[in-house]
């Protein structure tokens, strides 16, 4: 079943790829604010998941829906579509090529604690890759198989991570970078979470953490990094999501975790 909910996931992607790239060549206008005047949604984002969940409804009507931009509903095969119609709007607004359409189907309560993810599709129209997974059946970038890095030690380690619009968590982020930076090769802060742990799948990162992540941001990307060879969790045992998300490859996500609440990371 994985692999056929894949194939759906995959063309429904890449058409709501399509679509957002075609609007960001003519011109982005944004539509509203959200939690911040700096957290913005676009009319592209807007109409990128309308038409995403309209191919789903088409393809699966008795699914359920999660989408950054839409009510929820509930199905009653059991399955869900988690959607991000476009992770990195900033990114996106500014013509930064580093955004992308995020799509995946989970079995179970579109809750990430509880929820098993069967496939998962990250979509980066501005290069042109599409990275999939499946449950059981690896990662992929087009007919390469995606592995972590492994055996990197954290002082040679270049770690993705992503920043809160809220000014007060941004503060707290600042300082547990302070204790982070000086330990890790780098930091890189790309824009888009399902980006960072697609090129964590890919070896272009060697790990990623970031606060606040919600469902949307990290369904697709954590079943691609996972299926590549990386653990990916949230600290002390639970599970990723809003309070932290990590992803490594399960040695130096271990030092990581171990760095993270050094640093003030566990609050």
């Known amino acids: 079943m994985s692999s056929a909910l894949l194939s759906i996931a995959r063309g429904i992607a890449e058409q709501g790829g399509a679509l957002a790239a075609r609007r960001r ?24 998941e309308a038409l995403i969940r309209s191919l789903i409804a088409d393809a699966r009507p008795d699914d359920g829906f999660l989408g950054e931009e839409s009510d929820a509903s509930r199905g009653s095969s059991g399955l869900t579509w988690v959607v991000d119609p476009i992770d990195g709007t900033v990114n996106f607004l500014y013509g930064i090529p580093s955004w992308s359409v995020s799509v995946a189907v989970v079995e179970g309560d579109p809750d990430p604690s509880t929820w098993t993810t069967l496939a998962g599709v990250v979509v980066n129209p501005s290069s042109g890759e599409t990275f999939v997974a499946s449950a059981g059946g690896g990662a992929w970038l087009g007919d390469r ?8 030690e954290l002082p040679l380690a270049l770690v993705g991570t992503g920043f809160s619009y809220s000014s007060e968590t941004r503060a707290w982020q600042a300082e547990v970078l302070t204790g982070l930076l000086p330990r890790v090769r780098d930091i890189r802060r ?38 590549a060879g990386a653990k990916v969790g949230g600290l002390r045992g639970a599970a990723e999501g809003a309070g932290m998300t990590v992803a490594a490859s399960p040695d130096l996500f271990d030092a990581l975790e171990a760095l993270l609440v050094e640093s003030g990371a566990l609050v």
């Open 25 to 48: 060549a003519e011109g982005v206008e944004v539509a509203a604010s959200k939690s911040a005047p700096e957290d913005i949604v676009t009319f592209a984002d807007r109409e990128t």
């Open 145 to 152: 198989r995606l592995e972590v890095n492994h055996g990197v």
């Open 190 to 227: 790309l824009g888009s979470a399902a980006l960072d742990l697609s090129f964590l799948a890919a070896g272009r990162l060697d790990a990623h953490f970031e606060r606040g992540l919600n469902a949307w941001d990290h369904a697709a990307g954590a079943l691609i990094a996972r299926e």
